[in-house]
């Protein structure tokens, strides 16, 4: 089943432009999509005609599998399926304050005013807003803009989200919270339609990608089909990403096996693989406690220095068990091959907070983390974010989440990953991935605590 | 950049409800403009000064920078009324040959009209810096008001901030270049920002339309209002002092 269809659709703008010319595309349902491209190529126009804000002048699109029709009940319903967020948030937003904004949509599906209360609320939690119902939206930062604007359009529960330029403006930690979003929204079985000029989100993220120039489809494939074709990225004006990059040089001057890599940590297993594990160089450390054969050791950076502590501390990047006896302030070696097993846990939290559970879900937090006793704690999706804040603890990895557990699983700390609601099944799912591209098996188990 | 409006987001009287506040400044603000003597504006200069400062917390120096203006205005229409309206005489003053005389009846107008300027400036400052925009929308949508003036308002009101941002980074730019560094140069570079402006709001006005088509906009900007009533207690609150008010107005002399 294909949520969105173009048959050999056409649009000329009036001013005589020719911005889409013969597009088919067909995006499957529940999928996420990236749509590539350089400036001028037609994604934002494309983009309008998925939504029918744009009639096409020849060809047709499909919604469902149905032919798109522009009458004004048509529109309505097709508008409800199919949301847009804007690149620039400040024209999407325009009421006096965030609620009434949030409101705009639902009401205009002439829902009932609880109906729409409830939604309202309900999106906001979602997209992790609180506090700001009453301010108007030129309070808020640019962040805090675009969650509001993704509020307003999830408020009428549309099957398919669109996002124009998503991350555009966005500092790393926002881009980091934007993409976890989208991945829970995709959770949420939604189909999700990005344009991007984010070569390295693309590749980490979508399922498939669709590269438009000059107004025409050049090509369509999954993200490793796409990257590993350089005279087409050039041709587009488009851009390696850094981890395929790095590759490349790695794998022509024979340091890397030929798999595409699509993030930092497949990069990092491409090239562990191929030179084998026992080639590690033996490095050393400075002692900074007395150790015995089997100790525990945590090894990181401080001050510049590579240091050795028996306990887990802040820089902290690997464990694994001493062979010898070493004194304080002598030089430790390290043997990689004697890393201890780095588990992850999953733990799913439930996808909304009615009130006063959260209180009875810290007890149980903190009695999971005490009992596994995690070097690291990851949290997807708000609700996860909000429960592991309330518990009173940090978390190390808010975005990349799973990529970051099992980086650091090669490196001996355990993980456990709190998921809000499907997003558990994302993170299974994306483990056993990565445990199937890397041909390595990472132990990882769900926890099915009543949470 | 202050607006007057971040008073309105944090005070010590937000958790009030919007209408109450709105109701409380509008009546008075009736009352005290018909008032027949000027003891009845001070008082309500007075009461509006105590709930503006003391009981939602505005900064004391703020309110008087915005009280400034309308006072040396009215010391101006004061001292005219005294000496140039009105026939019976009250005092005169003798400076360097010149005889100017006070009278007795322009003394009585420049009081009344002093101070129910005072008052109802007090008045509509309570109402700027307590309420926020939104509730005022709300109660001109409970008085049925025309849609299209109401829908008009709220984009105005989020627009003009988004514009002024856009002029100030416009001007910005220009500085940065030495956009207005001798009067020539002044002038072609606000002409330049000021067609500059006109041409982005006309562009972003068109991108919002198709944002507000895309969630379904039907002509009428449908938005949840606060529909939470005035606590009973309030309103008779309310309705007493006006009471109060209009009554000393009936009790003390002309």
Redo the contacts between chains.
């Keep these: 089943m294909h949520a969105l269809e173009t048959v050999d659709v056409d649009f000329r703008y009036p001013n005589g432009t020719h911005a889409l010319q013969g597009v088919n595309i067909k995006i499957k349902t529940g999928s996420k999509i990236a749509i590539l491209g350089p400036n001028g190529a037609g994604k934002s126009t494309l983009l309008y005609l998925f939504n029918a804000t744009f009639k096409p002048t020849s060809g047709t699109v499909f919604l469902n599998g149905d032919s798109m029709h522009y009458d004004s009940s048509s529109l309505r319903s097709i508008r409800q399926k199919v949301g847009i967020v804007f690149q620039n948030s400040d024209e999407q937003l325009f009421a006096p304050t965030v609620k009434q904004d949030v409101s705009f949509g639902p009401l205009n599906l002439r829902l009932s005013v609880e109906e729409v209360e409830k939604r309202v609320s309900k999106s906001l939690n979602m997209v992790g807003i609180s506090g700001f119902e009453n301010l108007p939206p030129h309070n808020l930062s640019t962040g805090e803009k675009k969650k509001v604007a993704i509020a307003g359009v999830l408020a009428m529960e549309p099957e398919i989200m669109i996002f124009d330029e998503p991350l555009s403006g966005l500092d790393p930690r926002g881009q980091a919270e934007l993409t976890e979003l989208l991945d829970q929204l995709n959770a949420d079985e939604k189909t999700i339609i990005v344009t991007t000029h984010r070569m390295d989100f693309a590749a980490e993220w979508a399922d498939e990608i669709w590269i438009l120039k000059n107004g025409q489809v050049i090509k369509k494939g999954e993200p490793n089909e796409i990257f590993s074709d350089m005279s087409l990225i050039h041709g587009a004006n488009l851009q390696v990403p850094m981890p395929i990059q790095t590759h490349n040089e790695l794998y022509l001057r024979g340091f890397a096996n030929k798999q595409v890599p699509l993030s930092v940590l497949e990069l990092v297993e491409s090239v562990i693989e191929f030179s084998g594990e026992d080639e590690y160089n033996n490095y050393y450390a400075l002692a900074k406690d007395d150790f015995a054969p089997h100790d525990e050791c945590f090894i990181g950076f401080e001050n510049g220095a590579l240091v050795a502590f028996p306990e887990d501390f802040k820089n902290c990047f690997a464990r694994f068990r001493c062979t010898e006896q070493v004194r304080e302030g002598k030089q430790i070696p390290i043997d990689l091959s004697n890393i201890p097993e780095g588990k992850v846990w999953i733990v799913r939290t439930p996808s909304s907070l009615e009130g006063g559970a959260e209180i009875m879900l810290v007890t149980v937090v903190r009695g999971l983390i005490d009992s596994k006793k995690p070097h690291r704690i990851g949290a997807m999706g708000t609700v996860a974010k909000s429960i592991v804040k309330n518990t009173g603890l940090n978390y190390d990895f808010g975005g990349e989440v799973v990529n970051s557990a099992v980086s650091a699983s090669r490196r001996g700390l355990s993980t456990m990953i709190f998921a809000t609601g499907k997003m558990a099944d994302l993170a299974a799912k994306r483990i056993a991935y990565l445990n199937q591209r890397m041909g390595e098996e990472i132990c990882f188990q769900m926890v099915d605590e009543e949470l | 950049m202050q607006f007057l ?1 971040q008073f309105t ?1 944090k005070n010590k009287l937000n958790g009030v409800s919007g209408k109450l506040k709105t109701l409380f400044a509008v009546l008075t603000l009736l009352v005290c403009s018909f008032s027949t003597t000027f003891i009845v504006p001070l008082l309500v200069f007075c009461i509006m000064l105590a709930f503006t400062v003391v009981v939602a917390g505005i900064p004391p120096r703020f309110y008087a920078k915005l009280m400034l203006a309308p006072a040396g205005f009215g010391l101006v229409s004061f001292v005219l009324m005294l000496f140039f309206f009105g026939k019976e005489p009250f005092f005169s003053i003798h400076a360097g040959g010149l005889t100017l005389t006070a009278t007795k009846d322009g003394f009585d107008m420049a009081l009344i009209s002093v101070g129910r300027m005072l008052g109802s400036v007090s008045c509509l400052l309570f109402l700027a810096l307590t309420t ?3 509730d005022i ?1 709300t109660v001109l949508k409970k008085l049925k008001l025309p849609d299209v003036f109401i829908d008009l308002s ?2 105005i ?3 003009i ?2 514009m002024v ?1 856009e002029a100030l980074r416009m001007e910005y730019a220009q500085k940065m270049r030495l956009g207005y560094s001798d009067v020539k140069g002044s002038f072609r570079a606000l002409s330049l920002l000021a067609g500059n402006l006109f041409v982005r709001s006309w562009d ?1 006005a068109d ?2 339309l ?9 002509g009428i ?5 606060d ?1 939470s009533p005035i606590p009973r207690l309030h309103l008779l609150g309310l309705a007493g002092f006006e009471l109060v008010l209009v009554s000393l107005n009936l009790i003390l002399p002309r």
Excluded: C, Q, W
């Excluded at chain 2, 198709?210 to 039907?218: E, L, V």
């Excluded at chain 2, 900007?221 to 209002?225: E, Q």
């Design positions: 409006e987001l926020p925009m939104a929308f709220m984009l009101y989020r627009f901030v988004v941002e972003s991108k919002m198709t944002a507000m088509n895309s969630r379904g906009y039907d900007i449908h938005v949840l209002d529909e």
